[in-house]
């Protein structure tokens, strides 16, 4: 049960695990025709902590496009170093990996999980965000991403809106989040 003063969350991202994140944005165009994606490539996450041992060096890219409500996230590990990725999805496979909120108050939201039992499989931080994966996979079959609200991180979630709105379905379904 939500803690009395804290919101009830408000999942806004569905993320997969992938082998190639462009392939994979693709298929999903001509699947679903949701997009286009914005392709975010080899994110460096210099240090992390992974189940409360410091780590470092994950990459690893990821693809969003947004659906309605729901933003629809693509991530692809490019090394073998441990992750909340790897802890569900096996490298060579794919598959359903989390649910996010974007929260408005980070804290509450970490210590809610964390008073029901469930531990973080990685906290990390870009920049002055914070974000954790948490582990529910025991209780719902995924894990949940926190993600803290930032300014920078409202805008470009915007962007991935803006683009969805009143996309043809066809130009640059799979495209840069950041063109050069």
């Known amino acids: 049960m939500i803690a009395p003063g804290v919101p009830g969350p408000h999942f806004m991202q569905a993320a997969f695990i992938v082998d190639d994140v462009e392939a994979a944005a693709r298929r999903w165009v001509e699947t679903t025709g949701i997009g286009p994606f914005l392709v975010v490539p080899h994110v460096q996450l210099a240090e992390y902590s992974y189940r409360g041992e410091r780590r470092e060096g994950l990459d690893f890219s990821v693809a969003l496009a947004q659906s ?7 991530v692809q590990q490019h090394c073998d170093n441990p992750s909340a990725y790897r802890d569900t999805i096996a490298k060579g496979t794919q598959g359903f990996h989390h649910l996010a909120i974007y929260c408005e ?8 999980y964390r008073d029901l039992g469930h531990v973080a499989a ?11 994966y948490i582990d529910t996979t025991a209780a719902i079959g995924c894990m949940v991403e926190l993600v803290e609200q930032h300014d920078s991180q409202s805008a470009f979630f915007r962007q991935v809106a803006a683009a969805a709105d009143g996309w043809d379905g066809v130009t640059d379904p799979v495209r ?5």
Do not use: K, M, N, T
């Not at 108050?105 to 809610?112: N, P, R, S, T």
């Open 68 to 74: 309605g409500g729901l933003q629809i996230e693509l």
């Open 105 to 112: 108050d980070y804290d509450a939201a970490y210590a809610h």
């Open 122 to 132: 990685v906290d990390g931080r870009f920049g002055p965000l914070r974000f954790s």
């Open 176 to 180: 840069p989040a950041y063109p050069s």
